[in-house]
């Protein structure tokens, strides 16, 4: 019969899965991304008129005192409303380049985004891998202590008939207590990874297990490596987009230099009680140029600032190639070493173990030491653990190669997840006009 899905073991394409659903730091900068996209429906405002409406009333009075005559008061209640519409016709190109700009920056963000998930599944990964390491070593502790302590009792048989003395005795304590140290530190590291499973994957782990195979082809050299970690990398296109989003934040800049035309509408009625004419209506249209001739030397300083930040974009650009090189290099050679590594750590193992049965029998015999035998013993303990975190550096290593490729996306790894799709929120608010709550509801 089936168990629960309570009992059920995690594979690591579910705490993929988990992670890409639940993780705060990603679920953070899709929040982010969207808060972007608001950058285009305010770049798109400058198309938009100005409208203001506007209403004043008071109270007068006056006294008169004529000559001849007695003094008389006289009040009145003045009131007006009127409402203006301005339409700016043009803007020195501000709003076209503003709208560009923000289109870049939302690219960028879009790149960023599907690089900060790379991070996430990148990460729960290593701490899948590292709770799977640490629970292995935890148990190779515990059959170790075992043996061990196995063994301190057969020595001390054999020390109450006289066969060993007293200093074999206290080696075979002594190693029992190692291995009990050796215990308390796997478990501590087991509990510390843990933690870090539960923060990245937003669950507790559950029976987890070593994967059996890789989920994409990894490229077969390293030439084919970095070829398409150069052309699909999301940092290196997120900077990229970067460095055109600054682009067009100068031209911004550099139209405000330029002059504006705009058009400006009113209407005004206004209530006199005391005047003859109780009621006044009066409406307008103008046409306004205006022409920046010096603004106190700030404008040129920000085109001058915004330009620098355009250096500063494309050097960041070359930065990111060179960081995503390095990387493919480094996840390229550390699957090429771990892999070697984990056929030296079986022969070590294997190695290990028959040093260990052949020691036992020296000593048995009188040709060994106690101390023999519990080096011996914990040559086999070391030679497991390497393999343990051998196994591990090379899951992880293989991962690290597909996320420095720009490979290690939901996407590609076909994850059975509702995918997120930064386009539905910025269709859904580039060219609203008014509204205060965003498409989910807040």
């Known amino acids: 019969m089936a168990g629960t899905g309570a009992s059920l073991a995690d594979s690591l394409t579910a705490a993929m899965v988990s992670a890409y659903e639940n993780n ?78 923000a289109k870049s920056a939302i690219f960028a963000g879009r790149e960023g985004l599907i690089n900060e998930e790379q991070n996430t599944l990148l990460s729960a990964v290593e701490a899948y891998m590292n709770v799977v390491r640490d629970s292995a070593v935890v148990n190779l502790n515990v059959q170790n202590l075992s ?153 040129s300083s920000r085109v001058r600032q915004a330009k620098q930040t355009r250096s500063q974009r494309r050097l960041e650009a070359d930065a990111t190639r060179d960081q995503v090189r390095a990387a493919v290099v480094s996840a390229w050679a ?23 049965s052949g020691v036992r029998e020296e000593e048995r015999v009188g040709q060994r030491t106690i101390l023999d035998v519990l080096d011996a013993q914990q040559n086999v303990l070391s030679a497991r653990v390497n393999l343990t975190s051998t196994q591990r550096n090379k899951v992880v290593a293989a991962y690290s190669l597909l996320s420095a490729m720009g490979r290690l996306t939901a996407r590609s790894l076909g994850l059975s997840v509702r995918e997120y799709s930064p386009e539905v929120h910025t269709e859904a608010i580039k060219d609203r006009w008014i509204g205060l709550r965003t498409p989910d509801g807040n």
């Open 24 to 101: 705060p730091t990603l679920n953070a900068a899709r929040a982010a991304l969207r808060a972007t996209d608001e950058n285009l429906a305010q770049a798109k405002g400058g198309y938009r008129p100005r409208v203001v409406a506007s209403g004043d009333y008071g109270v007068a009075t006056s006294s008169v005192d004529p000559v001849g005559g007695d003094r008389f008061h006289t009040g009145s209640n003045p009131a007006g409303v009127s409402i203006t519409v301005t339409q700016d016709l043009f803007r020195g190109f501000r709003t076209r380049n503003a709208i560009k700009g």
């Open 334 to 356: 550390g699957l090429d070493a771990a892999r070697g590594q984990e056929i030296a750590d079986q022969a070590q193992i294997n190695a290990a173990e028959l040093a260990l």
């Open 147 to 299: 043996v061990l302590r196995e063994q301190l009792r057969s020595v001390q048989d054999r020390f109450d008939v006289g066969e060993v003395t007293r200093t074999d005795v206290a080696q075979s304590e002594a190693g029992v207590q190692q291995a009990i140290s050796q215990l308390l530190e796997a478990e501590s590291n087991l509990a510390a990874s843990q933690a870090s499973y539960r923060q990245v994957v937003g669950r507790n782990p559950n029976r987890l297990s070593y994967p059996k195979s890789f989920p994409l082809p990894l490229p077969k050299n390293l030439k084919t490596a970095l070829a398409s970690a150069l052309s699909e990398h999301p940092a290196i296109k997120s900077s990229e987009h970067g460095v055109e989003a600054a682009e067009y934040n100068v031209k911004t800049i550099t139209g405000e230099l330029l002059p504006t035309i705009s058009l400006e509408a009113s209407a005004t009625r206004r209530w006199e009680s005391s005047s003859s004419v109780q009621v006044a209506d009066s409406a307008s249209l103008v046409g306004r140029l205006t022409i920046p001739i010096y603004q106190q030397g700030v404008v």
